[in-house]
T-cell receptor, first 110, second 116 residues
């Protein structure tokens, strides 16, 4: 079992819809969770981080964390074509190095 | 530009040559991380350094790879006797080193290494 799992996609949504990206992790001791966006050929860009169970909202983005289910998700409201990218889930298990999932490719159709 | 800086952005080497990748952390950051992204794969942690210290090198290949973060100057990832399988994007990230799990890493633009 991979330490951090994501559906590779592509996840295709129409412009203006809500995109839901999911991530599961195996280490119950994981402490903090990060979502990065990576455009093709570019470096990862931090979108959000979450440490506590529940929801955290920032503009069009909402991160959700459920430690009991070992599940973290990212919702993107009012999706735009510019949101088309690969979204990387990263987990800090307590030793500072981040463990990344393989990413979910999101396509927003105009 | 106060962001993480990496150079060169692109590096071409022939098999057997050495590759040196440099990373200057974001202003105010003292913790540096190196990650490798092979084509069509996810990011894999390689090494975590603070000034003059390697803190965690559990992701570094045992041979040919080394890293340093001297008291003065950038962090350097060194790959000796490169092979075609070393072709990848190498990303550096930095953080301020807050003492708990809230520490957040910011990535540089990466160095794309191509081994011929």
């Amino acid at each position: 079992q991979k330490e951090v799992e994501q559906n590779s996609g592509p996840l295709s949504v129409p412009e203006g819809a809500i995109a839901s990206l999911n991530c599961t992790y195996s280490d119950r001791g994981s402490q903090s969770f990060f979502w990065y966006r990576q455009y093709s050929g570019k470096s990862p860009e931090l979108i959000m981080f979450i440490y506590s169970n529940g929801d955290k909202e920032d503009g069009r983005f909402t991160a959700q964390l459920n430690k009991a289910s070992q599940y973290v998700s990212l919702l993107i409201r009012d999706s735009q074509p510019s949101d088309s990218a690969t979204y990387l889930c990263a987990v800090n298990t307590g030793r500072r190095a981040l463990t990344f999932g393989s990413g979910t490719r999101l396509q927003v159709q105009p | 530009n106060a962001g993480v800086m990496q150079n060169p952005r692109h590096l071409v080497r022939r098999r057997g040559q050495e590759a040196r990748l440099r990373c200057s952390p974001m202003k105010g950051h003292s913790h540096v991380y190196w990650y490798r992204q092979l084509p069509e794969e996810g990011l894999k942690f390689m090494v975590y350094l603070q000034k003059e210290n390697i803190i965690d090198e559990s992701g570094m290949p045992k041979e040919r790879f080394s890293a340093e973060f001297p008291k003065e100057g950038p962090s350097i990832l060194r790959i000796q006797q490169v092979v075609r399988g070393d072709s990848a994007a190498y990303f550096c990230a930095s953080s301020s080193g807050t003492p708990d799990s809230t520490d957040t890493q910011y990535f540089g633009p990466g160095t794309r290494l191509t081994v011929l």
